[in-house]
């Protein structure tokens, strides 16, 4: 299998998000669900930390990717959803600089939306991972 970026857009010499990534003979597919920054009971962790949730959903999504079989440089696709766009953009290094420390470079979207699924969610992220 092969990848090959299409239009990347940095900023200050860091990947901001490719417009587009082209896979080549995938043998394995992983489709990831939205992860959030939930503890080990399952309760939402960093209370209004834009920083601090986006850190501990990269790590839960790095978990089920490897869980799946794959690693996070596998990751051809993420969508980055949030309910406070300034407050995502702010912190966007954070999860700029935590996604080449795993050589994952993705195609990306990132919206805002009125809610998530728990109030005191900040952001959600899935992915799609190919092998």
């Not at 860091?14 to 417009?19: I, S």
Request: proline share 3%; glycine share 8%.
């Amino acid at each position: 299998m092969s990848t090959q970026e299409i239009g990347p857009r940095t900023v200050g010499g860091k990947l901001m998000y490719n417009r587009a990534v082209r896979v080549e003979e995938p043998r394995s597919w992983l489709f990831v669900s939205g992860h959030e920054a939930r503890d080990d009971d399952g309760a939402i962790t960093h209370r209004g930390d834009m920083a601090g949730q986006m850190r501990l959903t990269l790590r839960r999504l790095g978990e089920t990717v490897e869980e799946g079989g794959m690693s996070m440089a596998d990751v051809v696709q993420i969508r980055v959803v949030t309910t406070d766009l300034a407050s995502c953009k702010a912190h966007y290094d954070v999860l700029m600089d935590a996604l080449a420390a795993v050589r994952c470079r993705p195609a990306s979207l990132l919206a805002e939306v009125s809610a998530l699924s728990d109030p005191d969610m900040l952001i959600e992220i899935e992915a799609v991972a190919v092998r």
